[in-house]
């Protein structure tokens, strides 16, 4: 699905910010499109941690050949070397696999995951060993579809900032003044994202 409302969001942004209205008519068609798999958004959101979209893809590419990305016991019986062969480092071999056994035993429920608003979600996540805020928040965006996410401790959203002129380049920002950047977007802080993405890569960003 793609989050609720987009293209009013989209009018909006547009309305609100020149530099987003150009890249909104840059990519008239292009629209976040979530997997509605839990588990998998979760597994690509470690694979993806602090590595470039194109090395993540690659990596997910050779892991998805190996592995069933639906199925956690086939994950949670995997051998690290065999997860790392296909291009993990050793420690998100590890959280994979613990990830899987999470899974297993119940600790990723998408019903209960949905009814919580975006902090909860972050909270139950971040509890999970390997996951961080960076991957709860692209659950938040990739399978739960909510409209108003602002991943600041995305590189990759650091550097669209950088690029089109939010941010001088070479500049390291606080995070106060990320969050800061983002205030004007709200309630659409995740399509505001999801264009600043698309501005940089080739294809559309999934998870």
Known sequence: MTPADWQRAATELAARDARLAALIERFPSSRLVTRGEPFQTLLRAIVGQQISMRAADAIWSRLSVAFDPRDPAAWAAAEVETLRACGLSQRKAEYVRDLASHAL??????????????????RVLTGVRGLGRWSAEMFLIFNLARPDVWPV????????????????????????????????????????????????????TVY
């Open 105 to 122: 035993a119940g600790g990723v429920d998408p019903v209960a995951l949905a009814a919580l608003d975006d902090e909860g979600v972050v």
């Open 153 to 204: 401790g995305d590189v990759g959203l650091q550097k669209a900032l950088c690029v089109h002129g939010w941010l001088a380049p070479g500049d390291k920002p606080r995070r106060a003044e990320l969050v800061a950047l983002g205030e004007p977007f709200r309630p659409w802080r995740t399509v505001a994202t999801w264009y600043l993405w698309r501005s940089l890569d080739p294809v559309e």
